[in-house]
């Protein structure tokens, strides 16, 4: 009864070789975010997509898209992968956006490294 | 300024013995809600527990418990009987207003637990 997917779990791609990670929920939520978490620290939040709308945080790198096709997808594009750029990518979900009870619901993450 | 402050990077603990993991937070908002998720080192986020900033009594979820002081803006977590397979990060994290999606997380704290 998987909640939230992340496909591969781990990802190895060259300095510079676009890299697709994808997401997918069963949950039928409204709200799918992608968060960067490097080593021994808190995740930071990249973007999300409230249904079709999408939202950049402001320091996310130009260097990272992301495409919401349909309610249970949402895939995460990095152009041109740096060094730096090498971290666990966790997608999570949530029924909402308003409310401080509406918890998240992570995927088991995709740990991307850059040779 | 930092909403989210984790003070004990790494803890040990022995088996069967309770551990209280300690979350400070930082907010001008009236309502706001606090959580703590765990992550093994398989890297999937697990919820725990959820405080509501009105809720009068401590949350409670089987051997979690969250001892929430509003007055300090204390909202530690309790691990009651710990078990080898608790051993993980557990992070706290806020959401601050009614309106704002967004997780504040705190570093983490990496707990060991020892047979």
């Known amino acids: 009864d998987a909640m939230v997917i992340q496909n591969p779990r781990y990802q190895v791609t060259q300095f510079g070789k676009p890299v697709t990670l994808s997401c997918s929920q069963t949950?039928?939520?409204?709200?799918m975010y992608w968060y960067q978490q490097k080593s021994s620290q808190a995740p930071k939040l990249l973007f999300h997509?409230?249904?079709?709308?999408?939202?950049n945080e402001a320091d996310t790198p130009d260097n990272f898209q992301s495409r919401r096709p349909n309610t249970s997808f949402c895939f995460l594009d990095i152009r041109s992968p740096g060094l730096g750029d090498a971290a666990m990518y966790l997608c999570?979900?949530?029924?909402?956006?308003?409310?401080?009870?509406?918890?998240?619901?992570f995927g088991p993450g995709t740990r991307l490294t850059v040779t | 300024a930092q909403k989210i402050t984790q003070t004990q990077p790494g803890m040990f603990v022995q088996e069967k013995e309770a551990v209280t993991l300690d979350c400070t937070y930082d907010?001008?908002?009236?309502?706001?809600?606090l959580f703590w998720y765990k992550q093994p080192s398989s890297g999937e986020m697990i919820f725990l527990i959820y405080?509501?900033?009105?809720?009068?009594q401590n949350a409670t979820e089987g051997r979690y418990s969250l001892n929430f002081q509003k007055a300090r803006k204390s909202a530690n977590l309790v691990i009651s009987a710990s078990q080898l397979g608790d051993s993980a990060m557990y992070f706290c994290?806020?959401?601050?207003?009614?309106?704002?999606?967004?997780?504040?997380f705190g570093a983490g704290t990496t707990v060991t637990v020892r047979a």
């Open positions: 994290a806020m959401r601050e207003d009614p309106n704002d999606y967004k997780l504040s």
């Open positions: 949950l039928n939520h409204n709200v």
């Open positions: 997509y409230y249904d079709k709308d999408f939202n």
């Open positions: 999570a979900t949530s029924r909402e956006m308003a409310g401080p009870s509406y918890e998240q619901y």
């Open positions: 405080q509501g900033s009105y809720d009068e």
């Open positions: 907010t001008s908002d009236q309502s706001y809600g």
